[in-house]
């Protein structure tokens, strides 16, 4: 069953997410080659703390951070700690907190200094993919619109869409239903109705689509060690497209001036 939240519930919801963005602000502008992950994390985990919120990844069924900081082949959920950030890598972030009994979650991805040209597309072209999805995520859709226009977009750039990991519902819990493919499934799959609160998160690869768990049972790398990307928001289903939750005024991703499907 998919939860129809209250303006109540969306307004806990946004303050939740808005400690997500103000952490993934300071973190991108934090990254810089020579700077660990582990240090990224501690700067989340205060902040986080200091705001009321707790750390929603710290503990989940083991999880021992704060956030998920994935740099390069990881994809998702890798693990911080003395891994240093090096010069054109891309650092993909990953945050999520409790607050007043309701979570926040959001991600994204930033190079490291200067890039080649490659990595930049690929970090544009998801970029771009999670604003088509948050446009589809509208009133009277079906939740298989969101993921073909990720498909779509990416494949026309040649890169792949991760199908090993989905985005997902999210309120009184981290994931809650529906599941949310970011590639078409083949069926319309559920109506999206005014109200629902849905995770984005088009996870991208340069390469193949596949991935591998490493032996720590949470990072997750590309199967032929290429580079990934992983923008995500939280939002909510209206009539318009989807309400961005996880996002500052100062800063803002997912909203690309190209959105033309």
């Given amino acids: 069953m998919i939860a129809i939240r209250t303006e109540r519930e ?10 997500v963005a103000e952490v993934l602000a300071v973190l991108a502008a934090l990254v810089k080659p020579g700077v ?7 700067v989340a985990e205060e902040m986080m703390r200091l705001r009321g919120a707790i750390p929603a990844f710290k503990g989940y069924h083991g999880y021992p951070a704060a956030t998920c900081i994935s740099v390069d082949e990881v994809v998702v959920h890798g693990i911080p700690g003395a891994r240093v950030i090096r010069k054109g890598q891309i650092v993909s972030i990953d945050v999520g907190v409790q607050y007043k009994g309701y979570f926040g979650d959001a991600a994204v991805s930033v190079p ?5 040209p490659q990595r930049k597309r690929l970090l544009e072209t998801t970029d771009l993919a999670l604003s088509r999805a948050i446009k589809a995520a509208r009133t009277g859709n079906c939740l298989n619109d969101i993921g073909r226009a990720v498909e779509r977009t990416c ?15 999210i309120g009184t819990e981290m994931h809650e239903e529906p599941q949310v493919p970011n590639f078409d499934v083949g069926n319309r799959g559920p109506v999206l109705k005014t109200g629902m609160v849905i995770a984005l998160e088009p996870m991208v690869n340069m ?10 049972g949470w990072t997750a790398v590309t199967a032929d060690g290429k580079p990934s990307a992983h923008f995500e928001h939280s939002v909510v289903v209206r009539e318009g497209g989807g309400e961005i939750l996880s996002a500052t005024d100062q800063w803002i991703w997912g909203r ?4 033309k499907a």
């Fill in 10 to 19: 969306i307004d806990i919801l946004r303050q939740a997410n808005q400690i």
């Fill in 36 to 42: 660990t992950t582990q240090e990224l994390d501690a």
């Fill in 112 to 116: 490291c200094g200067p890039m080649d």
């Fill in 155 to 169: 494949k026309k750039e040649r890169f792949s869409v991760v199908r090993a990991f989905v985005g997902h519902g």
């Fill in 207 to 216: 390469g193949t689509h596949r991935v591998k768990v490493l032996e720590d």
């Fill in 256 to 259: 690309r001036e190209d959105d």
